[in-house]
């Protein structure tokens, strides 16, 4: 599986959208990109995942750029629950492991 | 339909003790994958498992670390000796099956593991 680059940390203000950036230039053609997040003293929760076209889904918008080697992330309204660290992660669509970076750290300021 | 559940929460050792680390999947799941997370850091891959079998163990250390998931019960991580290098959040997910369905696991909440 290829490698995500994320900035370490991201602020936003409440009920304002948050764009969560991600690279992935090594990106192959069978990579999935997958969305995680992951609360204070909790597991990972699935949030998004996307192969080519732009998703949405009643957490969040993954927009994938045309070339694929980056995505963005799209919380429409950020609320305090919101405030997680955001794992962009690619997979194979054959692979048994999810390879985890550290993420962006989103704070959310009411 | 009850999630992940993973037990206990927290669990406390001395060094060169045992730890025991349980995880029930979903109901329905039979693929099971187990993740630690050091602080500060993010999850590892450790081990995948089905039903009596070890798929992929390319994440576990050599030695003191083994994993079973039996025809009936639990998926069991076991940690023997433990050091307290091995003091970390270990995290289990499932899935119905893999590679045919992309969209990802289920995470239990985690066992955080404390070694005095």
């Known amino acids: 599986d290829a490698k995500t680059t994320q900035p370490n940390s991201m602020e936003s203000n409440e009920e304002e959208p948050v764009h969560l950036p991600c690279n992935h230039s090594t990106i192959s053609g069978t990579d999935y990109i997958h969305w995680y997040r992951q609360l204070p003293s909790q597991g990972p929760e699935y949030v998004i995942h996307g192969l080519t076209s732009n998703v949405n889904n009643r957490m969040a918008s993954l927009a994938i750029a045309e070339d694929r080697k980056s995505s963005t992330l799209i919380l429409h309204r950020a609320t305090l629950r919101d405030a997680a660290v955001y794992y962009c992660i690619l997979r194979d669509g054959t692979g048994n492991q999810f390879y985890f970076g550290t993420g962006t750290s989103l704070t959310v300021i009411p | 339909n009850a999630g992940v559940m993973q037990n206990p929460r927290h669990l406390v050792r001395r060094r060169g003790q045992e730890a025991r680390l349980r995880c029930s999947p979903m109901k329905g799941h039979s693929h099971v994958y187990w993740y630690r997370q050091l602080p500060e850091e993010g999850l590892k891959f450790m081990v995948y498992?089905?039903?009596?079998?070890?798929?992929?163990e390319s994440g576990m250390p050599k030695e003191r670390f083994s994993a079973e998931f039996p025809k009936e019960g639990p998926s069991i991580l076991r940690i023997q000796q433990v050091v307290r290098g091995d003091s970390a959040a270990y995290f289990c997910?499932?899935?119905?099956?893999?590679?045919?369905?992309?969209?990802?696991?289920?995470f239990g909440s985690g066992t955080r593991l404390t070694v005095v």
């Open positions: 498992l089905q039903k009596e079998n070890i798929i992929d």
């Open positions: 997910a499932s899935s119905p099956n893999t590679g045919l369905i992309p969209n990802g696991y289920t």
